[in-house]
């Protein structure tokens, strides 16, 4: 019987640069508010798939829809006041 033991560099790739940078992560933790208040309306838009939605229903998915805009306008606010990169100083 032969071993795949020695196959396995070549079936799992190696590690080296698939970590994500510090700025990825960085990216990832300044735009997580609005990635958790999308899941949560996602979560609540799926509840109500295969069903007639109830009243709690609709206000739950109304304020999901409200802390995404929030989270989208935190985003877009943080992302104004940051310096711009390029251009003629």
Not at 47 to 75: F, N, S
Request: charged content about 30%.
């Amino acid at each position: 019987m032969e071993s795949i033991a020695a196959l396995q560099n070549r079936v799992t790739p190696r590690s080296d640069g698939l970590e994500p940078s510090d700025a990825e992560l960085e990216a990832i933790e300044v735009e997580l508010p609005l990635i958790l208040a999308e899941r949560d309306l996602l979560d609540a838009e799926i509840m109500t798939l295969d069903r007639t939605p109830t009243e709690v229903d609709v206000q739950r998915i109304r304020r999901a829809c409200r802390r995404v805009l929030a989270a989208r306008a935190a985003l877009e606010n943080r992302a104004a006041h940051l310096p711009s990169s390029g251009g003629a100083a």
